[in-house]
Structure formats: structure tokens, C-alpha cells
């Protein structure tokens, strides 16, 4: 008997745990895999590791017209090496565990299914908690249906984050987030990388002028971009991959990474046995993020995002709502997103789509990053821009993308702004560091408020900006 169980201690559910121990509360942790999840070992951490000497590698090269040539000899296995020996421990979560243990709690290697409202088996042992059951069991890759996919040996990213050696082409299988930011890390280590996306745009749920960013920076770093385009089948032969595609081409790839986005498996959890609704493709929960008598969801089965400050977010509601402190229900209206290209998108809120489509009378306003001071000044290379959507009728922000160097850092105070619905005015009137990346938001704010909605000519000087 505990007080309460945690099935799945990846990010969330670890996270859910050391809150639950640190409140006094008898905590069991059920995780089949790693504690800390994929965050930790697969894709968050690991792969910004791999991005910061992919950028690394990149500045120097940009250095030519600014300091002069730099010579940089690239070596993969000083990357793989960190991300192994540093960033995952060689995929050995006993410092996890014992951090766990240490903390309090009991931990239990398994995949434990409910048996009931208040218990869970694993591998024949059954646990019983007095107070309640939280699930996050987390996701997996989502393998499309393809013809002959299942007969190759694809990479997913767990391939990606843990090879040693790379190979010397690369066909990409989605160009969300995780095919965009991988993709553009290897090619920037010599790999030649080819990136095919179903949609008519990569990263289809931004705003479309920071897909025609990457697409333009992508392009100019020699990565192939196929978009409206999909696999129909794979095959092996000759040393290589060959993906036929629905127009009737055919692309050949030493190594073939899909990164089509992660699906949920309910199976096996016995979701049924403890009232809990399990219909779906994910766990249906409410604003508290119960879904059942007792039992809370978090993270990536409850379909939410599946980003980690979404799960970690979910976190801090249900450990409040098990232990009776009334938390305001989740609110996912100004869902903070990062994809960490070069350069980097970071977006908020609603997007100029969705805004119209929610009916709001909708202004915006696109800034061009070259023409903003600090954008002219730091020649990254690459172009890049502030795209601020404001409902008109009342007068604040509901949505903002930043495109360029320190994208996701940049929007922090447009996340401010739009989930504490700042008045439009006091954001025109601030005072903003000169010269920034973040004062690039108050010079878009400023030619709004002086009626300029339109994109800002970058061939104009800041100084000479109207």
C-alpha cells in the first residue's frame, strides 16, 4: 500500500513524483523504459546538444565577411561523444533511479496496467494507492503505413541521437519540428539530406511566413525540400534506401529517418478496468486533468500538445488537484512553441489562420529582422521576422511568431503579453534595450501603432526605416 502510484516516469510522471514526495505523500513509480523519458535521452536534450555544435559549426562558416575566413574541420564524434557521455549517460538511467530512491520513493521497472480504481499490476506484483493513480506512460514514434517500410532498417530518432557514424545521405520522412531540426543538423555535418513533407509547407502548423523562412535557409544550406509530396513505398537495394513517392519519383538514401510524429498506445493498460475512458487516441481527461475517480493523466496520452512544458505544465494542475489545493484549470490558449532551426521559430498563441477562423477582427503586423536594428547589426546569414496577430476590437495580442537568431528566447515577453492580455498600448509605449533582438518586438509595435501593417521593405536601413 502507498499513497499514490506513478505509471510512467518520464518527464511528467518524475516530475509529478518528486512534487508528490516533496509534499510528504508515499509515491511507487512503474516506467518499462528510462525514467526521465524521451525528453532526456532521446529528443529534447540530446538533440539541442546536437544543434549547438551544428549552429557552432555554421557561425564559423559564416564568419567570411565579417572577420575573415575561419577553417573548421568538423567531427562528429565530439558530438556524439557529449551527447553519450554527458547528456544521456550512455542511456543508463541508474543516477535517475537512485535520484528517485533517494528522494523517497519506491521504483518499479515494468509496464504496469490497471487492475482496478486504486491498483496496478506489474509483471504479477500488484500495488495499491490510497489516495490516487497517475498516469503519463508518455508516446512513441508513429510509423506510417507505407508498403515495405516495415522491411527496411529505418532510423526513427532514438537512430539519429545515438549513431556514431553518419551516413552520407538522408531522406527524411516528415518535415515537422523533429525531421526539420535533425535534418538540418546532419546536413550541416556533410550529410546530403533530402526532406519530403506531405503538407504544402514545412512546419505546417506555423504561420506560413516562417515556413518560407526555413525553406529559404534550408535551400541555401543545399538541403532538398519536397513538399504536397508523400511516400507510397521502400525498398532496399544497392547499399541504399529507395522511397518511391506519389508523383512517381524515386529518392535513393544511404540511411531513411522518419519523424511522421508519435502516436499513444493505450493497449495493455487496462484503462477499462479502473472506469477510465479509453475510446479514443488518447485519455480523455478535464480542466483538472482527471480522468476517472482518482486517477489523473498527464503529458503526452492526454493528446495536449505533446510537448514537454505541456506535460510538465500538466504536472504542476494534477499534483495540486490530488492534493486538494484548488489550481485553475489548464488553459492551453497561449501554448508556447519552439523549433530550434537555424534560425530558430518560436510562436504563441493563435496564428492569423486561426484567429480569423475563431471570428477575430484581426490586425497584423510583419516586421522584416533585417530591418530591425539588431537584426542589421548581427548579419546572421539568414533572413527572419516578428509577425504580431492583435484582436483589433480589444486592443491586445492573441498570437506572435519570431523567426531568426534566439527565436524561442525572443518570445518570452510576447508569451507574457498574450496570456496576461497586455493592452496593446502599454507594449507600444515600453521602453525596450537597445539595440535587441527582443526591441525588434517594439519596433514591429511601433509601426503598428503608427498604422504600418504591412512587411517592411529589407532592402531599408534601420535608420532609414519609415
Known amino acids: 500500500m502507498t499513497d499514490v502510484i506513478v505509471v510512467g516516469v518520464g518527464t511528467c510522471g518524475e516530475d509529478a513524483a518528486l512534487r508528490l514526495m ?12 528510462l525514467i526521465g523519458g524521451e525528453c532526456a535521452y532521446w529528443a529534447c536534450l540530446p538533440t539541442k546538444s546536437m544543434i549547438r555544435s551544428a549552429n557552432l559549426l555554421h557561425e564559423a562558416r559564416r564568419a567570411d565577411g565579417l572577420i575573415g575566413r575561419v577553417d573548421v574541420e568538423p567531427d562528429w564524434s565530439l558530438v556524439s561523444d557529449r551527447v553519450r557521455a554527458e547528456i544521456t549517460g550512455n542511456w543508463d538511467d541508474t543516477p535517475a533511479v537512485a535520484r528517485f530512491e533517494g528522494h523517497g520513493g519506491r521504483f518499479v521497472r515494468g509496464r504496469g496496467a490497471l487492475t482496478g480504481p486504486r491498483t496496478v499490476v506489474v509483471d504479477g506484483a500488484e500495488f495499491e494507492a490510497r489516495r490516487g493513480i497517475i498516469l503519463a506512460t508518455g508516446s512513441i514514434p508513429a510509423i506510417p503505413p507505407i508498403p515495405g517500410l516495415s522491411d527496411v532498417e529505418y532510423w526513427t530518432t532514438h537512430q539519429a541521437v545515438s549513431t556514431e557514424e553518419l551516413p552520407r545521405s538522408l531522406i527524411v520522412l516528415g518535415g515537422g519540428a523533429v525531421g526539420c531540426e535533425l535534418g538540418q543538423v546532419l546536413a550541416r555535418f556533410g550529410v546530403e539530406v533530402t526532406i519530403v513533407e506531405g503538407a504544402a509547407r514545412l512546419l505546417p502548423g506555423e ?12 535551400t541555401d544550406e543545399g538541403i532538398t525540400v519536397l513538399t504536397r509530396v508523400r511516400a507510397t513505398s521502400a525498398r532496399s537495394g544497392d547499399g541504399s534506401i529507395i522511397v518511391t513517392l506519389d508523383d512517381g519519383s524515386e ?20 484503462l477499462e478496468m479502473a472506469g477510465v475512458d479509453g475510446s479514443g487516441r488518447f485519455i480523455a481527461v478535464d480542466d483538472y486533468l482527471r480522468a476517472a475517480d482518482g486517477i489523473w493523466a498527464i503529458g503526452d ?5 505533446m510537448l514537454t512544458q505541456v506535460a510538465l505544465y500538466q504536472s504542476t494542475i494534477a499534483v495540486a488537484d490530488l492534493l486538494g489545493h484548488d489550481p485553475p484549470p489548464a ?25 480569423r477562423g ?3 477582427d484581426v490586425d497584423v503586423v510583419i ?63 515600453m521602453i525596450y534595450a537597445f539595440p535587441t533582438f527582443y526591441g525588434g518586438v ?6 503598428y501603432g503608427r498604422g504600418l501593417t504591412r512587411v517592411l521593405d529589407p532592402g531599408f536601413t534601420p535608420m532609414f526605416d519609415d
Open 358 to 360: 475563431a471570428g477575430i
Open 301 to 305: 496520452v492526454t493528446g495536449k500538445g
Open 331 to 355: 488553459d492551453y490558449t497561449t501554448l508556447p512553441r519552439a523549433t530550434f532551426t537555424d534560425p530558430e521559430v518560436g510562436s504563441v498563441g493563435l496564428t492569423e489562420d486561426q484567429a
Open 251 to 270: 529518392l535513393h538514401g544511404e540511411r531513411l529517418l522518419v519523424a511522421t510524429g508519435r502516436r499513444v498506445d493505450l493497449g495493455g493498460l487496462g
Open 22 to 33: 516533496s509534499a510528504g505523500l508515499e509515491v511507487i513509480g512503474i516506467e518499462a523504459r
Open 442 to 447: 517594439g519596433e514591429a509595435l511601433g509601426a
Open 367 to 429: 516586421k522584416d529582422l533585417r530591418s530591425t536594428f539588431r537584426g542589421w547589426l548581427h548579419r546572421s546569414g539568414n533572413t527572419g521576422l516578428i509577425k504580431l496577430v492583435a484582436d483589433r476590437r480589444a486592443g491586445m495580442l492573441v498570437g506572435a511568431t519570431v523567426v531568426g537568431p534566439h527565436g524561442a528566447e525572443v518570445l518570452g515577453m510576447l508569451a507574457v503579453a498574450v496570456r496576461t492580455r497586455a493592452p496593446l498600448d502599454d507594449l507600444v509605449n
Open 207 to 218: 504561420e506560413p511566413e516562417a515556413s518560407a523562412v526555413i525553406i529559404e535557409a534550408f
